[in-house]
């Protein structure tokens, strides 16, 4: 009887050292389990944020290209632009979460409209918009339309570089063409 008794206790042993094995196993699937997927995470943050922030720069174009097309469509009608959100009539609202929104008029001869948009959150572009008249007779004007970027994101506390519009319907300093 002694003898049965042996495998029992080497058997007991054995389960032990199992328990104890895949215990130590355990630990390692909570570093991979847990720590891991953190660490991955604090690295791919930076990269999930541009993403963010890429995903809400088309509403300011969208807008400032629909506030082109209605100062062309205003000047069309009163042979003038306005400086007005309310009077280009497309129900843009003047700030939303993620831009503040202005029109103008450059009193140049001929005169050139410009929208603005302005990040109202850190880490976003702005945005300008021009309309440009080219006289083809002396009471007779053809409208282009040109979409500029900011070269680099700006901070809500940073201005937008001054646009300026330019006699050759270029972005001015500080800004990439989009059209």
Same mark, same amino acid.
């Given at each position: 009887?002694? @003898? !049965?008794?042996?495998?029992? *206790?080497?058997? &007991?042993?054995?389960?032990? /050292?199992? =328990?104890?094995?895949?215990?130590? %196993?355990?630990?390692?699937?909570?570093?991979?389990?847990?720590?891991?997927?953190?660490?991955?995470?604090?690295?791919?943050?930076?990269?999930?944020?541009? @993403? !963010?922030?890429?995903?809400? *720069?088309?509403? &300011?174009?969208?807008?400032? /290209?629909? =506030?082109?097309?209605?100062?062309? %469509?205003?000047?069309?009608?009163?042979?003038?632009?306005?400086?007005?959100?309310?009077?280009?009539?497309?129900?843009?609202?003047?700030?939303?979460?993620?831009?503040?929104?202005?029109?103008?008029?450059?009193?140049?001869?001929?005169?050139?409209?410009?929208?603005?948009?302005?990040?109202?959150?850190?880490?976003?572009?702005?945005?300008?918009?021009?309309?440009?008249?080219?006289?083809?007779?002396?009471?007779?004007?053809?409208?282009?339309?040109?979409?500029?970027?900011?070269?680099?994101?700006?901070?809500?506390?940073?201005?937008?570089?001054?646009?300026?519009?330019?006699?050759?319907?270029?972005?001015?300093?500080?800004?990439?063409?989009?059209?």
């Amino acid at each position: 009887m002694t @003898q !049965d008794k042996a495998p029992t *206790q080497k058997n &007991a042993a054995s389960k032990m /050292g199992n =328990l104890l094995m895949w215990g130590l %196993a355990g630990c390692g699937c909570f570093g991979f389990g847990v720590v891991f997927p953190r660490i991955l995470f604090v690295i791919a943050l930076p990269s999930l944020l541009a @993403q !963010d922030n890429k995903a809400r *720069q088309p509403e &300011a174009k969208t807008y400032v /290209g629909s =506030l082109n097309r209605a100062q062309q %469509a205003y000047f069309i009608k009163n042979k003038t632009f306005t400086d007005s959100l309310e009077a280009t009539g497309i129900g843009i609202s003047a700030q939303t979460e993620n831009y503040t929104y202005q029109i103008g008029i450059y009193e140049t001869q001929p005169p050139v409209a410009i929208s603005l948009a302005k990040p109202t959150q850190d880490s976003l572009k702005g945005y300008a918009g021009f309309v440009f008249l080219t006289p083809v007779d002396d009471s007779h004007f053809n409208t282009s339309t040109i979409l500029c970027e900011t070269a680099t994101p700006v901070s809500r506390e940073t201005p937008l570089p001054s646009p300026q519009p330019t006699a050759s319907m270029e972005c001015p300093a500080g800004f990439v063409g989009l059209n």
